[in-house]
């Protein structure tokens, strides 16, 4: 199998953004805690200003949660992705091509596979889940 390059890597920068979002978040959350500690340290008593932090508190942890969770929701699609290519590229032969990941102009979203061969060009979605998927109707 003959691998072309595609125009696309929204998946690995969707993985790379949420990661990079989920870091931030996380450090802001350790130095408002940092900050109420020393606080609360400092003075020995919990005043209004350690309560308004606490409202500090729950904002970059709630994003942090988020980020996180698309972080791996992404990741999962990539590693798919990436599984799917491998598959194909281990058991077809030079007779086919393989396109991975083209991005579509205008919003219009990306293809993950194209398969070129002799017998006609296929195109693949890839979904990583897992359980019990089923289609009813259409």
Partial sequence: MRKIKGSSS???NQVQKNLAKATLTALVFAAVFAFLIYRLLLTLQFDILEEAGLVFLIAPLVAFYFYLRNYY????????????????????????????????????????????????VFVLETKNWSGRISCKGD
């Fill in 10 to 12: 929204y998946l690995k």
């Fill in 73 to 120: 929701i992404y990741s999962g699609g990539w590693r798919g992705e990436k599984q799917v290519a491998k598959i194909l590229t281990n058991n077809l032969n030079d007779d086919y091509y393989l396109l991975n990941d083209l991005y579509l102009r205008d919003g219009g979203g990306d293809i993950d596979h194209i398969v070129l061969g002799p017998n006609g």
